[in-house]
Antibody
Framework: QVQLQESGPGLVKASETLSLTCAVS?????????WGWIRQPPGKGLEWIGTIYHSGSTFYNPSLKSRVTISMDTSKNQFSLSLSSVTAADTAVYYCVRHGTVVTTVRFDCWGQGILVTVSS | QSVLTQPPSASGTPGQRVTISCSGS????????VYWYQQLPGMAPKLLIY???QRPSGVPDRFSSSKSGASASLAISGLRSEDEADYYCAAWDDSLSGVVFGGGTQLTVL
C-alpha cells in the first residue's frame, strides 16, 4: 500500500522560503511514476504546483514557476518542494501526490494527508 | 479564476440523480482525458474518475462521467448522504503545459 506523508514547518514568515518534504512508503519513487505537489488555500479550490520524475524532469505551474523548485532523493524515497518569497497568498494546505505514469494524465491516485502552512507577516 | 468552469454548488435529495458540469477548451478537455476528484469534509481529495469515464476499484458504479467536445459531466445516481462533498474536475492543458482544475462544486444532499 502506497503512503505519502508531508512534513515541514507549519509557519513561515513572509518573504522567506517554504520547504516541505514528502516521504513515500510502499513504492519506490524511482520506478515509473511521476510525483507532485498540489495546494489548497483555506476554503478554496485545488491548485497544481508541479510534478517531478525520477529522471529529473520537472513540470511547474506557470504562475508559480519563478518561485518553485521540486527535487527528489531516491535514496531516501522522498521528494521535496521549495517555494520562495512567500506571501499570505501562499497560505494553504499542501498535498503531495503520486501523479501517474504519464505526465499528461492527471491521475493523482495517492495523496498525502496534507499539511497546513501559514505565512505570517 | 479557474481554467475549467464548474458550478459552485449543486444539490439533490437522497435517491436522486445529480450532474455536475465541467467546461474547458480545446487545449484541455477536448484533447485530453478528464479526471474527477471527490473531497469529503476535512479530508484529502480522492480520485473518483480517471481517463474520462473509468472508475478506480472501490468507487461505486453510481458515479459515472462523460465527455463531449470541450465539456464533461459527472453524474451521481441514487444520491446518498455520504456523497455530500466537494467535486473537482481536472485535465492536462497543452497550452499551459500543466494541470488545470475546475473551481470545485459543493454538493449538498438535502
Amino acid at each position: 500500500q502506497v503512503q505519502l506523508q508531508e512534513s515541514g514547518p507549519g509557519l513561515v514568515k513572509a518573504s522567506e522560503t517554504l520547504s516541505l518534504t514528502c516521504a513515500v512508503s510502499g513504492y519506490p519513487i524511482s520506478r515509473g511514476y511521476y510525483w507532485g505537489w498540489i495546494r489548497q488555500p483555506p476554503g478554496k479550490g485545488l491548485e497544481w504546483i508541479g510534478t517531478i520524475y525520477h529522471s529529473g524532469s520537472t513540470f511547474y505551474n506557470p504562475s508559480l514557476k519563478s518561485r518553485v523548485t521540486i527535487s527528489m532523493d531516491t535514496s531516501k524515497n522522498q521528494f521535496s518542494l521549495s517555494l520562495s518569497s512567500v506571501t499570505a497568498a501562499d497560505t494553504a494546505v499542501y498535498y503531495c501526490v503520486r501523479h501517474g505514469t504519464v505526465v499528461t494524465t492527471v491521475r493523482f491516485d495517492c495523496w498525502g494527508q496534507g499539511i497546513l502552512v501559514t505565512v505570517s507577516s | 479564476q479557474s481554467v475549467l468552469t464548474q458550478p459552485p454548488s449543486a444539490s439533490g435529495t437522497p435517491g436522486q440523480r445529480v450532474t455536475i458540469s465541467c467546461s474547458g477548451s480545446s487545449s484541455n478537455i477536448e484533447n485530453n482525458y478528464v479526471y474527477w476528484y471527490q473531497q469529503l469534509p476535512g479530508m484529502a481529495p480522492k480520485l473518483l474518475i480517471y481517463s474520462n469515464n473509468q472508475r478506480p476499484s472501490g468507487v461505486p458504479d453510481r458515479f459515472s462521467s462523460s465527455k463531449s467536445g470541450a465539456s464533461a459531466s459527472l453524474a451521481i445516481s441514487g444520491l446518498r448522504s455520504e456523497d455530500e462533498a466537494d467535486y473537482y474536475c481536472a485535465a492536462w492543458d497543452d497550452s499551459l503545459s500543466g494541470v488545470v482544475f475546475g473551481g470545485g462544486t459543493q454538493l449538498t444532499v438535502l
